[in-house]
């Protein structure tokens, strides 16, 4: 399994290609020691991070967490521009993240509660959910229990009104 080829990768192949080619421009170009890279797309991380490794760039990755408003969204110019409905039904997205999250700590079954996660976004008008799913931080390969395979991340990606929101949380 390649890192590339699950979540983002699964439903838009190819769609690392040109961000990776990018941002390895940058680090060869600037010399850089250190890569700050934000936990919103925490796939991207892990495909970066391991080909900064294999490359030996001497450039280290960071991740950082994204910077969230409020109600828990990620701050950027498409959501900022949403109407307040689609404003609406993005919050939903991120609460039912982080609600599911919890549970999954608490003890809950992983796959059930994410069919359960994907009911609740269907019932708040969310019908296109690319994944709702865990997966294991660093490797991306399926997990079942996060506390014996743990670290484990949940990933979640839904459209809205032709936005494409990506979103995990970290699990233990």
Do not use: K
């Amino acid at each position: 399994m390649l890192a590339a080829e699950v979540l983002c990768g699964r439903v838009e192949q190819g769609c690392f290609d040109r961000a990776v080619r990018v941002t390895l421009r940058l680090v060869e170009r600037s010399g850089a020691d250190c890569v700050l890279l934000s936990d919103l797309n925490w796939q991207f991380c892990v495909i970066f991070a391991r080909i900064l490794g294999d490359l030996d760039l001497g450039a280290v990755p960071r991740i950082l967490p994204a910077p969230r408003d409020a109600a828990g969204l990620p701050l950027s110019a498409e959501l900022a521009a949403l109407d307040p409905p689609a404003r609406r039904q993005a919050e939903r997205f991120a609460r039912v993240m982080d609600d599911t999250a919890r549970v999954i700590r608490l003890g809950a079954d992983p796959a059930i509660a994410c069919r359960g996660a994907r009911a609740r976004l269907a019932d708040a008008g969310i019908a296109a959910v690319d994944y709702l799913e865990m997966r294991h931080a660093a490797t991306l390969a399926r997990v079942q229990d996060p506390r014996l395979e743990g670290p484990a991340r949940l990933f979640g990606a839904v459209r809205l009104r032709g936005l494409r929101l990506i979103d995990s949380r970290p699990l233990p």
